[in-house]
């Protein structure tokens, strides 16, 4: 099984808090840590919105980098495939998020019918100095959007790899089969 590690143990233990991460689909927002919303409304890419606070006195061109993963697939008593990466999304600028350029395209929710909700949670790191998309690409060995690659995700292991610091900021919702 694949390690979930320190950074979403810290989001999920913030559960129904305001969180300094939004999530922002075309016809809801997940304004709220651990937020239920459907299959179809989380289906579309997101935009992320982060409070001021979280991102500290960085420099405005500072990039930052986001996952999201998938912490019960395939079932939530039977989570063998998890985590499961739903995508990365590098060299985003807290100024201009429509300049993020996609590491890994994002994958919706997609919980079976007759799962539990399943937890899809957003990290926010600040991105070092001379990692983009293909770099990242590169240190975690993907070679592709296909399912293999994202399954029993190590992400202990991703941000050790990638190089990132502290979390800056998180959140997580819930969809139900």
């Known amino acids: 099984m694949g390690k979930e590690g320190p950074s979403v143990a810290q989001v999920l233990a913030e559960a129904g808090t305001s969180p300094t991460l939004r999530i922002l689909f075309p016809d809801t927002a997940v304004t709220r840590a651990g937020s239920s919303i459907s299959k179809e409304a989380g289906a579309p890419a997101p935009t992320l919105a982060v409070a001021a606070s979280a991102l500290g006195s960085k420099p405005p061109a500072t990039k930052y980098l986001a996952i999201s993963l998938d ?3 395939p079932f ?5 495939l998890a985590p499961v ?10 100024a ?3 300049g993020a350029w996609n590491a890994m395209p994002w994958v919706g929710p997609g919980p079976p019918s ?6 899809y949670v957003f990290l926010l790191f600040a991105q070092p ?5 293909a ?13 293999w690659p994202r ?13 990132v610091g502290e979390l800056l900021a998180g959140t997580f919702f819930t969809t139900k089969g």
């Open 96 to 98: 201009s998020p429509d």
């Open 76 to 80: 939530v008593s039977f989570a063998v």
């Open 135 to 147: 770099k990242v690409k590169s240190l975690l060995g993907i070679n592709g959007t296909g399912l």
């Open 85 to 94: 990466l739903h995508g990365i999304d590098a060299d985003l600028v807290a």
């Open 151 to 163: 399954v029993r995700w190590d992400e202990e292991a991703a941000e050790k790899k990638l190089g």
């Open 129 to 133: 100095d001379g990692l983009d998309a």
């Open 71 to 73: 912490l019960d697939a």
């Open 114 to 119: 007759i799962s539990g909700p399943h937890r």
